[in-house]
C-alpha cells in the first residue's frame, strides 16, 4: 500500500514513517518544512534502508496535491500537517485556522476527487475540552478547547464526520493522543522544535544541553499530587506503532465506513517534577527551573482511558518513562542543535 504522509518530515511524522518503512508500507512525504527539515526523511531512510518519495509542499496547494496523488497513485494518508503550539494559536488564531482547518479540508477534497478513501488523522485529547473529566474516553462529546489550537483539531474532526456521513466510501480513523516525548532509540531521529521550544521535554533537554539557562514550571499549586501539571506522557515510537495498527486496522475491515476515533495513551497521569526529577536521572544532571504563574487555559491533570485501541488496534505504549528521558537524552546529546550539522 502506497500511504502519504502529511508533514511526515516533523517529530511525529518522521518517526511514523520509520514504522510504516518497517512494516512495508511504501510511503511519500508531503511536507512544507516550515516546523520541520527534510535531514529527518534522509536520516530515516539511512535507519530503514529504505526509499522515500518527498514532495515539499503546503497542505493548501490543491493542484500540488493533485499531482502528488496522480504521480504517486497514494491509497492511504495519514494526516499530520498541522500547526500545533497552543500559545501560539492564540497570538495568530487566522493561521491556525487557515492551516489546520482550511488545509484539511483541501486534502480531503484532492482525495475525493482521486477516490481515495483510507484517511487517518492526527488529532488530540485537547478536542476534549475543559468540560470532560479524566480519564477521557472516546464516547465523550467533543469540548470547547481554550485555544484555537485544539479548537482547530475539535472542527477538522466535526468536517470528518459530516464528509463520512455524505460519502459512504469514506474510512477515517482519528487519533487522540497525548503528550508524546522522546525520540528513537538510535538517537538519530528526534523532537527538533524551531526557536523556543513550546513542549515540556525539549525545553528541558535543551537546558540539559546547555542551549537555555533554566526551565520556567508554570504554577505548583495545583490539587496534583505535587502541585504541578500532571499529564499522559508516551514514548513518540509507541505512538508512531499506532498509526501503522490504525492503518492496520483499516485494511482489515473492508466493510468499515464511517469515523472512529481511538485515545492513544498510557493512562498515567506524571507530574512536571516527575518528569524533570527522571531527566535528571537519564542525564546526570541538575536541571535548573524557577516556578512561574500559571498559564492560562492550562488543566491541572488529564490522561487518557485507552482501552478501546488495546482491544480493537492490538496496540498499547510499551515503553517506560526512563526509556522514553534516555532515548531524549540520547538524541538531545548527540544533536546539540536538531538537524542543524
Known amino acids: 500500500m502506497k500511504v502519504l504522509v502529511t508533514g511526515g518530515a516533523g517529530y511525529i511524522g518522521s518517526h511514523t514513517v520509520l514504522s ?14 516550515v516546523n520541520s527539515s527534510v535531514e529527518s526523511i534522509d536520516r530515516v531512510e539511512k535507519l530503514s534502508g529504505k526509499f522515500v518519495e518527498f514532495v515539499e509542499g503546503d497542505i493548501c496547494d490543491k493542484d500540488k496535491l493533485s499531482h502528488v496523488f496522480k504521480q ?22 487566522l493561521s491556525y485556522y487557515q492551516n489546520n482547518v482550511y488545509g484539511s479540508v483541501c486534502l480531503l477534497e484532492v482525495m475525493q476527487q482521486h477516490k481515495v478513501h483510507n484517511f487517518i488523522f492526527s488529532s488530540s485529547a485537547t478536542v476534549y475540552g475543559e468540560e470532560n473529566e479524566a480519564p477521557y474516553v472516546e464516547t465523550m462529546k467533543l469540548g470547547n478547547p481554550s485555544s484555537p489550537y485544539g479548537a482547530s483539531k475539535v472542527m477538522v474532526e466535526r468536517v470528518l464526520a459530516d464528509f463520512a456521513n455524505s460519502d459512504a466510501s469514506f474510512r477515517g480513523v482519528s487519533l487522540r493522543y497525548f503528550n508524546p516525548i522522546g525520540a528513537h532509540e538510535s538517537g538519530t531521529i528526534g523532537e527538533d522544535p524551531k526557536g523556543i521550544p513550546n513542549n515540556l ?44 495498527a490504525a492503518l492496520d486496522w483499516l485494511n482489515r475491515h473492508n466493510e468499515f465506513s464511517g469515523v472512529e476515533a481511538f ?50 488496534l492490538n496496540w498499547q505504549a510499551n515503553r517506560s518513562l526512563a526509556q522514553m528521558m534516555t532515548d531524549t537524552w540520547r538524541w538531545q546529546s548527540n544533536n546539540p542543535n536538531g538537524y542543524l550539522v
Request: aromatic letters at 10%.
Open 72 to 93: 504517486f497513485q497514494i491509497e492511504a494518508v495519514i494526516h499530520f500537517a498541522a500547526l500545533k503550539a497552543v500559545g501560539e494559536s492564540a497570538k495568530i488564531p
Open 263 to 312: 485515545n492513544l495513551g498510557t493512562g498515567n497521569g506524571v507530574s512536571v517534577f516527575s518528569i524533570v526529577e527522571a531527566f535528571e536521572e537519564a542525564c546526570d544532571k541538575k536541571i535548573p527551573f524557577e516556578v512561574s504563574p500559571r498559564r492560562a487555559g492550562d488543566l491541572a491533570a488529564f490522561w487518557a482511558n485507552a482501552s478501546k485501541a488495546n482491544k480493537e
Open 201 to 244: 521535554l525539549p525545553y528541558v533537554a535543551q537546558v540539559a544541553v546547555g542551549k537555555r539557562d533554566k526551565l520556567s514550571i508554570f504554577g505548583d499549586d495545583y490539587a496534583t499530587k505535587d502541585g504541578s501539571c500532571e499529564r499522559d506522557y508516551l514514548h513518540v515510537m509507541d505512538l508512531a506503532q499506532g498509526h501503522v
Open 20 to 33: 510504516l518503512l518497517e512494516n512495508n508500507y511504501d510511503v511519500v512525504v508531503y511536507d512544507n518544512l
